[in-house]
């Protein structure tokens, strides 16, 4: 077997993970090398809705792929579209990191009326807004953007007070440990991460090249990827991205033979396929919870997902006209 080629974006977070696969492909004997692929999300400064939302990292790193100038790409799974894409396959959903988001530039009982909290994730502006209206608390949110040095920068400056990021870019880049701002690990009670949030995908394209699919399934993660199915298919029959105020979490319950069972738990903010803005009261979310028994993961996601559309429409009908 020859080189393997690594494709992933050219941001710090992404050539960490990149690296983070090569480092387990290398120790099993896989010589690699890592590819920097450019993507119009790392270039254009504008917001991601007004550039096509969801899959636009990932999609110059696919075209590589499918150009067979590099013979695997990793992804953040949670900006992986969930339709499939034909010709391409994920050989691998290796070990998930921290699912959790987290609080930077103070703690969860710090927050005060007035605070500005960045983030361009309706998903976490819900949640946060819900947490707030409960406790009684005037937060204003801005939407801001960038990678999490410039995140960062932002909370240091002072310009916003805090922000959300999710612990598993931070830990992928070594930062979280020597994080020198206050800062709180959200507990899923108060945010319900994205979904797929911390996993990443291993991508090939289909047909690869001989002995490559073998090598990289070597890195899947059997409860991620039953996770990740679930989480997914949750989103798809929603018809939701990553953009969409939905945070939805998948817990292996127990391992029993080759059956995994799953909880799945999920938040949809009300403003959903709606274009209200959030009220702020904590009944603007929609909580959703099941487990599965004898079904697949893909099934229990998109079950949960048809009960939720369900509720949502009632509400609709039921509510003041
Ligand atoms: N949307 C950007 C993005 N895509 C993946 C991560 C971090 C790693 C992950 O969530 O798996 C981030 C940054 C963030 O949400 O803070």
């Known amino acids: 077997m020859t080189v393997i080629r690594i494709g992933a974006r050219r941001s710090p977070l992404a050539v960490a993970q990149a690296e983070w696969v090569r480092d387990r492909l290398v120790s099993v004997g896989v ?34 792929l499918v150009d067979v100038r590099i013979d695997v790409a990793v ?54 807004a819900a947490y707030a209206a409960a406790h009684d608390l005037d937060l204003e949110f801005r939407p801001i953007r960038g990678n999490v040095d410039t995140r960062l920068a932002l909370v240091r400056s002072g310009e916003i007070s805090a922000t959300l990021l999710a612990a598993a870019g931070l830990r992928r880049l070594g930062r979280y440990d020597s994080l020198d701002l206050p800062h709180e690990l959200l507990p899923f009670e ?85 274009t209200s803005d959030f009220d702020g009261s904590p009944d603007a979310l929609l909580g959703i919870e099941g487990t599965s028994e004898a079904e697949t993961a893909a099934e229990l996601g998109a079950r949960l997902a048809r009960a939720a559309l369900v509720r949502i429409d009632d509400d609709k009908t039921s509510g003041p006209a």
Not at 218 to 234: I, N
Not at 237 to 260: D, M, Q, R, W
Request: one cysteine or more; charged letters at 25%.
């Open 31 to 64: 010589e690699c090398e890592i590819i920097g692929i450019d993507t119009q999300g790392d270039t254009d400064r504008r917001h991601l809705t007004e550039i096509g939302g969801t899959g636009v990292f990932a999609m110059a790193v696919r075209e590589a």
């Open 75 to 128: 992804h953040s799974m949670k900006d992986l579209p969930t339709a499939p894409m034909p010709g391409l396959e994920i050989a691998a959903v290796p070990e998930r990191e921290d699912a959790r988001d987290v609080l930077v530039g103070c703690r969860l009982a710090d927050l005060a009326d007035g605070m500005v909290i960045g983030t361009g994730s309706p998903r976490r502006q819900v949640q946060l």
């Open 190 to 274: 108060v945010m319900i991460p994205a979904a797929s949030q911390g996993a990443l995908a291993v991508e090939i394209a289909d047909p690869a090249r001989p002995g490559v699919r073998e090598l990289v399934a070597r890195l899947d993660h059997a409860p991620t990827r039953a996770r990740v199915t679930a989480e997914r298919a949750f989103l798809r029959e929603l018809e939701a991205g990553c953009l969409a105020p939905v945070g939805v979490l998948a817990t292996v319950k127990s391992g029993h033979g080759n059956g995994i069972d799953l909880t799945l738990a999920a938040v949809i903010g009300k403003t959903f396929g709606s």
